[in-house]
């Protein structure tokens, strides 16, 4: 044998070691010896044996005891025990097989038997482990496959959405578009139309400076000077809407930017600012708190190669937990005390020190997440929002764009009473 297997024999008579040990020896085995059951239990510890023939009547501790001191240990249960004996009551022998051992051999030994025995006890402890490392290994590839198959049912449902939400979106926004044109060409018209029209009729008032007591009265009932001077506010003020309908017809286009099979260069900024937007109504003044301040602190950074929308539902991802953990803070306190001590969400961004990546940092000063909380809350349907409220999937789902779709990292530090940031690193390229 290459590498041999290691018998241990315990017998308290030198001629049963001397017999034993040279047959097992001749046989290819590694054997060692111990002529009492304290001496086996010692020298264990320093070789773990493949198998040990143990006699039963022996001084000090007898084969039982040390059978069951050794099926007692996790280092040594499983070792296969063959107990040698003269003694003949089944009673002795049911007591073997009870404390674990595998087998008897009866004393005066035949060689032959003893080497079948001991070849077949070895075989069957190597079928065994070779069976549980079988099971061991298959048990980690089903549950590395299980894993990818949530990960891949994940990825499906989110592809799904995106893509529905897109579509939407996109739909809304291709929609929002066509009137709002429509409406923005006209009210340049209409401000050159009326522009001519005032002067025509300043040039009236100024040809008949006497235009009749019924004209003067008209002009009086009608307050022609405020309607001449309100049109033109009316005009600045429908022109501020078209452009704040564009703006929004924009950055929906943004966020629903429907993604390449292949990553593309694109401004994260963009990204984010279209997100803000669309959170918008959200962050408004309510009857219960003032604004909520999403505060912007860009830094220089290049454009970066990804897959923006899904950068995009990241962003949407974190920010909405940002404003629902500030909404859940604010159920303590009064909107006097929210005003003294406003909500702020903080979006800052940054290239790296090594140039090689970028950070994007979204901090909340809400109530911060407690330390036993942190671990869990990537992890696949965990939330701490009451039910209806929250999913569980949004961060699982944000964790998985960043770092196994785009390479880079998303963390998370929070602080109770303080509030929480999230930190995105993305690779440049």
Do not use: W
Not at 106 to 118: C, D, G, I, Q, S
Not at 223 to 246: H, N, P, Q, T
Not at 258 to 267: E, G, I, K, L, W
């Amino acid at each position: 044998m290459s590498d041999a297997e290691l018998i241990l024999v315990v017998d308290d008579t030198p001629a049963n070691l001397d017999v034993i040990s040279e047959a097992l020896t001749d046989a290819g085995y590694e054997v060692a010896i111990a002529i009492d059951g304290e001496r086996a239990l010692k020298q264990i510890e320093y070789a773990l044996p493949s198998l040990i023939l143990l006699d039963v009547m022996m001084p000090g501790i007898d084969g039982f005891e040390t059978c069951h001191r050794l099926k007692s240990s996790p280092a040594t249960k499983n070792i296969p025990v063959i107990f040698m004996t003269a003694l003949s009551d089944p009673a002795d022998k049911v007591k073997g097989f009870e404390l674990g051992a595998v087998d008897y051999i009866t004393k005066p030994f035949e060689e032959m038997e003893v080497l079948a025995r001991v070849n077949t006890h070895i075989k069957l402890r190597n079928l065994n482990k070779e069976l549980e490392q079988r099971v061991v290994d298959r048990t980690a590839e089903l549950t590395t496959a299980l894993a990818q198959l949530k990960r891949s049912q994940l990825q499906l449902v989110q592809s799904e959405k995106m893509s529905a939400l897109g579509n939407l979106v996109a739909g809304v926004a291709h929609e929002i578009n066509n009137p709002v044109g429509f409406i923005y060409g006209n009210i340049n018209e209409l401000n050159f139309a009326l522009k001519d029209i005032i002067h025509h009729l300043r040039l009236y008032q100024k040809q008949f400076p006497n235009p009749g007591a019924q004209i003067e009265q008209d002009v009086k009932d009608i307050d022609l000077e405020y309607v001449l001077e309100d049109v033109e506010k009316m005009l600045a003020s429908m022109e501020i809407g078209c452009d704040r309908l564009r703006n929004i017809s924009t950055s929906l286009r943004t966020f629903s930017r429907a993604d390449t099979v292949t990553p593309v260069s694109a401004n994260l900024h963009d990204g984010i600012d279209s997100t803000v937007m669309i959170l918008q109504h959200r962050l408004k003044a309510n009857d219960t708190r003032p604004e909520i301040q999403a505060i912007e602190k860009y830094g220089e950074i290049p454009l970066v190669k990804c897959y923006l929308g899904q950068l995009n539902q990241v962003f949407m991802n974190i920010l909405s937990n940002a404003i629902d953990a500030l909404e859940e803070a604010n159920r303590d306190r009064t909107f006097a005390e929210i005003e003294a001590n406003p909500n702020v969400i903080t979006i800052a961004t940054a290239l790296t020190d090594d140039r090689k990546s970028i950070t994007v940092k979204i901090r909340d000063n809400g109530k911060g997440i407690s330390a036993p909380v942190i671990p869990h809350i990537f992890d696949h349907l965990f939330t701490t929002k009451v039910v209806g409220k929250g999913t569980g999937l949004g961060l699982s789902i944000s964790k998985q764009i960043v770092e196994e779709t785009h390479g880079g990292t998303l963390t998370c530090h929070s602080v109770l009473g303080e509030g929480t940031e999230f930190t995105i690193d993305l690779p440049i390229e």
